[in-house]
């Protein structure tokens, strides 16, 4: 993949790689990996807001893990780790 980014952002990019002595491409990757980290965290967040929500909306509608296991016809062993 190949990106174009703004020249004050790719100065900074080369600024840091020269002072840290790490490669450009590994600070660009690293950046990157945060960046989905912490857009999977909001989407988490997000999406455990909407479940309270919903929750407080209609709380006889709610289930334990173990009642969805029977439901389904499964067992704690069969979950992942």
Do not use: S
């Amino acid at each position: 993949m190949t990106i174009a980014i703004p020249a004050d952002m790719e100065e900074m990019f080369q600024f840091v790689a020269k002072e840290t002595g790490r490669p450009l491409e590994e600070l660009v990757r690293e950046a990157l990996d945060r960046f989905l980290e912490e857009w999977e965290e909001r989407q988490d967040a997000e999406d455990a807001r909407i479940a309270l929500e919903e929750y407080r909306r209609n709380p006889g509608a709610a289930f334990t893990l173990d009642d969805a296991l029977t439901r389904y016809g499964m067992t704690r062993g069969e979950l992942a780790p």
